[in-house]
């Protein structure tokens, strides 16, 4: 029966590993590129925080829209697939589900803030 347990817990920590690897296609940047990006308001990016409406409410970044990842799918004609897209959440799991989303359709430039708003805000602290 123990081992049945172990086979359990082994499956899941595999799960969580691919979550937790880089979506392929999805490019990952540090909130020193963000920050970069964000200065260039002719670049035509598009910029997407995919946390709850509450977790926005409470602190975002300036330039961000808020798509909850729960609504991605629903809500894709809000985005251009032809500009580039920049998707964030708090700590970069949600955002890296959401770039996957995008990648399967048909978004071809798709970046993921690595580590999130928690991140950027150690990162501005700096």
């Known amino acids: 029966m123990n081992w049945v347990w172990l ?8 799960y969580l590993g691919y979550r937790m690897l880089p979506a392929k296609g999805v490019t990952s940047i540090r909130p020193d590129e963000l920050r ?8 035509g ?13 409470q ?5 961000f829209r808020n798509i909850p990842l729960g609504q ?3 809500r ?21 589900q959401a770039a996957r989303l995008l990648l399967k359709q048909g978004f071809a430039d798709v970046r993921n803030l690595s580590g999130g708003i928690a991140a950027w805000n150690a990162h501005r602290g700096r």
């Not at 970069?36 to 670049?43: E, T, V, Y």
């Not at 602190?59 to 330039?63: A, E, F, L, P, T």
């Not at 985005?79 to 949600?94: T, Y």
């Open 76 to 96: 894709l004609g809000e985005l251009d697939k032809a500009k580039p897209v920049v998707v964030m959440c708090h700590s970069g799991m949600r955002s890296a």
């Open 45 to 57: 990016i598009q910029y997407v925080d995919v946390r709850e409406p509450g977790e926005f409410r």
């Open 59 to 63: 602190g975002h970044i300036d330039g």
């Open 7 to 14: 086979v359990v817990v082994l499956a899941v920590l595999v």
């Open 36 to 43: 970069a990006m964000l200065r260039d308001k002719k670049a």
């Open 72 to 74: 991605m799918k629903s």
